[in-house]
């Protein structure tokens, strides 16, 4: 019963330590990446860190959004698409700004760029590694 016992903890740790990082599956391996931890989500694991980056990022873009001015006065609207990293030390780097005017591009690059520096950097194969995100910004007038 004993040996049972054992061979069943050691297959439920092996399980589980192969899911945290990716899985071997014949001569493929797969890695998974873990996305950064916004401070305040260090409680979470798994999809949870995700869901709760994804929350928090959103919060932080509806929180911080300033419509330009000139812009506004223009009735500029457009879709803002920017595209970083979370790098490896956890800070935002900016990779491609596109869509909308150059005013509408500044502000939703602003608003990226005040991002916080992340709890803990995203996490590949157990490493810090940049993590990619392309987020679109809607700018509406309502005029």
Known sequence: MKNVLFILCLVVTTMGFSQEW???NRNKVTMKEVAPIWPGCEGKSGSGIDACFKQKLAQHIGKNFKYPADAYKKNEQG???VEFF???Q???????VSGGSPLL???AKRNIMAMPKMAKPGMMAGK???IKYTV????????
Request: no cysteine; aromatic share 4%.
């Open 86 to 88: 979370v790098n490896e």
């Open 79 to 81: 879709r803002v698409v």
């Open 105 to 107: 591009q500044k502000e």
């Open 128 to 130: 810090p590694r940049a």
């Open 136 to 143: 679109p910004i809607t700018f509406k007038t309502g005029k």
């Open 22 to 24: 990716g899985s071997v």
């Open 90 to 96: 956890g800070l935002v780097d900016i990779k491609r």
